[in-house]
């Protein structure tokens, strides 16, 4: 099975929500959805579903035009980031459900509900309500429903949004082991790269309604074709400089000149724009080869297993993740340092240019 947006438009008020978006999903293949609030994920969730109709474009199943067809009519499941589970039915009930309203036979729902169980080990809750389970075995509970179905396509809304951290992470570990098991086609939407990154697949990267860039998971994050796909698929937030490269050297925004060396070496003279995440950014001194500027420390937020460094530098807010545990105090002037290595460059137009050959 092949679903297509194809040159897909949808207004809303007289806004466009999203804006002449193609996408092709394959069966057994993941698409992540990532972009920040507002950037159309769910938009386009409920124009493959169905719920919505676009203002121009088509949509396709194995080549066929369905842009008009109701959800009722399409092999279709969605899990929300609410649980939307029947309070009043057991688990094992909530699951069964849609093999009920297919009058599917009593062996055949016994069969495909205890499978869906074992996959999301939910075995021993199969007698409790949803009301007796933890939010995580609430929405385990949710996707064991839409699995269940046999749809063949599976819609995702930020599904671990609700959740403690505890429990999204163990269920981000799952549910790539999950999605391969079923063999339907996934739309997994998210605001978070982390996620994307743990999920894998295919990663849609999105923006006010418009599809950024669209590829390999890892191939999108570690070569953004524009600076915005480089902050969209950053967190924290990345990091930006200006520069100005000339006879040899560079000169970044605040006074700093340096040779240009590393992906700068290569660069035409003029203006450009550096990018570079969290963990590209170092706290030291003395590195050879090493790019470094004064910086002020404004506040320091430790998780345990690291420490993330805010600095103000020149009029700007970078971040740097450190390993392990370090107490800087908030005014503390140290050096941050780039190896012109293991940076993005883009150009004017926020176009890439160069990039770090492996990250």
């Known amino acids: 099975m092949t679903v297509t947006l194809e040159h897909v438009t949808r207004t809303?008020?007289?806004?466009?929500?999203?804006?002449?978006?193609?996408?092709?999903?394959?069966?057994?293949?993941l698409s992540v959805l990532l972009g920040p609030t507002l950037s159309g994920k769910t938009s386009i969730m409920r124009l493959l579903a169905g719920l919505d109709t676009p203002t121009s474009g088509r949509v396709l199943v194995d080549g066929k035009d369905v842009t008009g067809l109701d959800v009722r009519q399409r092999s279709v499941a969605m899990v929300y980031q609410q649980f939307i589970n029947y309070p009043s039915l057991t688990v094992y009930e909530n699951i069964a459900s849609p093999l009920r309203v297919q009058r599917r036979p009593r062996e055949e729902i016994e069969k495909r509900v205890r499978e869906a169980a074992q996959l999301l080990k939910l075995e021993p809750y199969l007698d409790r309500t949803p009301l007796q389970l933890s939010g995580g075995q609430q929405q385990r509970t949710a996707i064991a429903r839409a699995l269940v179905k046999g749809a063949d396509l599976v819609l995702l809304d930020e599904p671990l949004a609700n959740l403690d951290y505890k429990l999204r992470e163990e269920l981000r570990t799952e549910l790539p082991r999950i999605f391969e098991a079923s063999g339907a086609i996934f739309v997994y939407a998210t605001t978070e790269p982390s996620e994307a990154l743990l999920l894998g697949g295919r990663t849609v990267c999105m923006w006010e309604g418009e599809v950024l860039q669209a590829g390999d998971t890892s191939k999108v994050y570690r070569h953004p074709d524009t600076l915005r796909v480089a902050q969209v698929f950053s967190d924290p937030p990345l990091n930006i400089v200006g520069i100005e490269k000339h006879d040899g050297s560079v000169q970044y925004a605040g006074g700093v000149k340096a040779p240009a060396s590393g992906l700068y070496a290569g660069l035409g003279d003029g203006a450009y724009r550096v990018g570079f995440r969290a963990h590209q950014l170092e706290v030291a001194k003395g590195i050879a080869g090493r790019h470094a500027f004064h910086a002020t420390v404004t506040v320091t937020e430790i998780t345990g297993s690291e420490s993330f460094v805010h600095l103000s530098r020149d009029a700007s807010n970078w971040v740097a993740v450190l390993q392990g545990v370090h107490e800087f105090e908030p005014g503390h002037v140290l050096d941050a340092v780039l190896d012109p290595d293991n940076v993005f460059v883009f150009d004017a137009a926020g176009r890439l240019v160069a990039a770090p050959g492996a990250m």
């Open 12 to 29: 809303v008020d007289g806004i466009p929500a999203i804006r002449d978006v193609s996408l092709t999903l394959e069966r057994g293949t």
